[in-house]
């Protein structure tokens, strides 16, 4: 009988515990959506203070609603920052979470993608939308190979399936991620960029963009600018030296070009109709980002 009843006692013990971490850690919502902890290197997971694991965590569920995660490097990488944030979970959504963790917040990166109802049904039942956002601001937003705009954007009418999903900001490493849209929903995409320190070193470099008198280009050392090979093919040349300038021509990969100018990440080119590798405008000088180019 006592046996019993210490049995039973345990039970009773055991199921109240269930509901305190049910309740009073968890919530008392029904309401859940999953969390997918990536991390480089691994890294002990918190969810408003609370262990869940270490990375990788995949399909772990939790309630509705903002949470603060922390990211603390497990093992041995105590040269490697911490991270944490807020993110928010939906029902019946994926929260995705990938850091790479440096030795300092600018040398690390990542990306937090959620997953939400639109507020609004879209135009068409088949598309979906995507809410591209950047640290630091004003890094160039590329779906599918195709320069969309600058970030912080709202790409409206995305067709539902995969997309490949690229953000880049010249001194900062680029990041591109998968990504997958359902019909009637939001894919909201927050990016930290990690800075390039090599081409900040060379940009902090006096005069490094002046060129040298045995570097001038003159009539028998004229400096050229070749195209790279570009996922689709071509490049825009742009009227300044921003990607929010007006796009005056589109000109092929492996296309060779007289150099002009120089500011920053972007090279200025000449070209007219005449020029091999063309393919629209005609505008006698251009800007291209350096980025997908090699100056001779």
């Known amino acids: 009988m006592k046996k019993k009843l210490g049995l039973l006692l345990i039970l009773v013990v055991l199921f109240a515990v269930f509901v305190l971490v049910k309740f009073f850690i968890f919530g008392s919502s029904s309401d859940y959506g999953k969390l997918q902890v990536l991390s480089s290197p691994e890294t002990n997971v918190f969810l408003?203070?609370?262990?869940?694991?270490?990375?990788?965590?995949?399909?772990?569920?939790?309630?509705?609603?903002?949470?603060?995660i922390k990211m603390i490097p497990a093992g041995n990488a105590t040269d490697t920052a911490s991270w944490n944030g807020k993110i928010s979970i939906f029902k019946n959504?994926?929260?995705?979470?990938?850091?790479?963790l440096g030795s300092s917040d600018i040398n690390s990166a990542g990306e937090i993608f959620t997953t939400q109802k639109m507020s609004?049904?879209?135009?068409?039942?088949?598309?979906?939308?995507?809410?591209?956002?950047?640290?630091?601001?004003g890094a160039i937003v590329t779906l599918d190979n195709d320069e969309k705009g600058v970030a912080p954007l709202i790409l409206q009418d995305v067709l539902r399936g995969d997309h490949e999903l690229s953000v880049y900001m010249p001194g900062f490493f680029r990041r591109t991620?998968?990504?997958?849209?359902?019909?009637?929903?939001r894919v909201d995409a927050s990016f930290k960029l990690?800075?390039?320190?090599?081409?900040?070193?060379l940009q902090n470099l006096p005069n490094s963009n002046m060129a040298t008198p045995s570097a001038t280009p003159g009539a028998n050392n004229v400096a050229?600018?070749?195209?790279n090979n570009t996922p689709q093919g071509w490049l825009r040349v742009r009227a300044d030296?921003?990607?929010?300038?007006?796009?005056e021509a589109k000109i092929k990969s492996g296309g060779k070009y007289p150099y002009v100018d120089q500011k920053n990440d972007w090279y200025e080119i000449k070209f007219n109709n005449d020029s091999a590798g063309l393919?629209?405008?005609s505008f006698d000088t251009g800007w291209i980002s350096a980025e997908y180019a090699t100056k001779q």
Do not use: M, W
């Open 93 to 100: 959504s994926l929260t995705y979470v990938n850091r790479e």
């Open 241 to 247: 030296a921003s990607i929010d300038a007006t796009e």
């Open 177 to 185: 991620q998968k990504i997958n849209v359902d019909p009637g929903y």
């Open 194 to 201: 990690a800075i390039d320190q090599s081409q900040t070193s």
């Open 224 to 227: 050229y600018v070749t195209i």
């Open 48 to 68: 408003n203070n609370v262990l869940i694991g270490k990375t990788p965590i995949n399909d772990f569920q939790y309630k509705t609603g903002d949470a603060l």
């Open 279 to 281: 393919i629209s405008g």
């Open 120 to 137: 609004s049904p879209p135009s068409n039942s088949n598309n979906g939308e995507i809410y591209v956002d950047t640290n630091p601001q």
